[in-house]
């Protein structure tokens, strides 16, 4: 999965109408390392970054921010989420939720929920986890 810095920079491209050789002209890079970037597969250095939030402009605080999470992941993979309190198996979702605009993010948090109750209806001898509000009701009874 692509990191946070070629996330950035596919969502900018597509913005823009750039294809890979027309940033690595703008940024002055070979095609090769502008493909790796763009693809996730190479972290940009310092110099790069800040050329890069000029030509694109890309807000250079937030590039930096996500090319330090790129490297962080990069070096030390699911231990640094574990470290940030993130499950490993649950932020490739989170960050989908996060690239939705509103509607669309509303309308997957729709989705997962009717397969929750479609899991849950599933379940074994009708034994169905308890809301909380059904938990509260039943020890006031």
């Known amino acids: 999965m692509p990191g946070k810095v070629a996330t950035m920079l596919d969502e900018k491209m597509q913005e823009l109408g750039l294809g890979i050789r027309d940033v690595a002209a703008q940024v002055d890079i070979s095609y090769e390392f502008a493909r790796r970037l763009v693809k996730g597969e190479?972290?940009?250095s310092k110099w790069v970054?800040?050329?890069l939030s000029e030509k694109l402009n890309l807000d250079k605080s937030e590039l930096e921010q996500a090319a330090v999470a790129d490297r962080i992941q990069a070096k030390f993979g699911?231990?640094?989420l574990k470290l940030a309190g993130k499950d490993p198996e649950i932020q490739p979702f989170i960050n989908?939720?996060?690239?939705?605009?509103e509607g669309r993010r509303?309308?997957?948090?729709?989705l997962?929920?009717?397969l929750l109750s479609e899991q849950q209806e599933e379940q074994p001898h009708g034994r169905r986890r308890m809301t909380v509000r059904q938990h509260v009701s039943t020890r006031k009874s």
């Open 78 to 80: 699911d231990a640094a």
């Open 42 to 44: 190479a972290l940009p």
């Open 106 to 110: 509303k309308t997957a948090m729709l």
């Open 112 to 114: 997962l929920r009717g």
């Open 96 to 101: 989908i939720l996060q690239q939705l605009d």
């Open 49 to 51: 970054l800040l050329v």
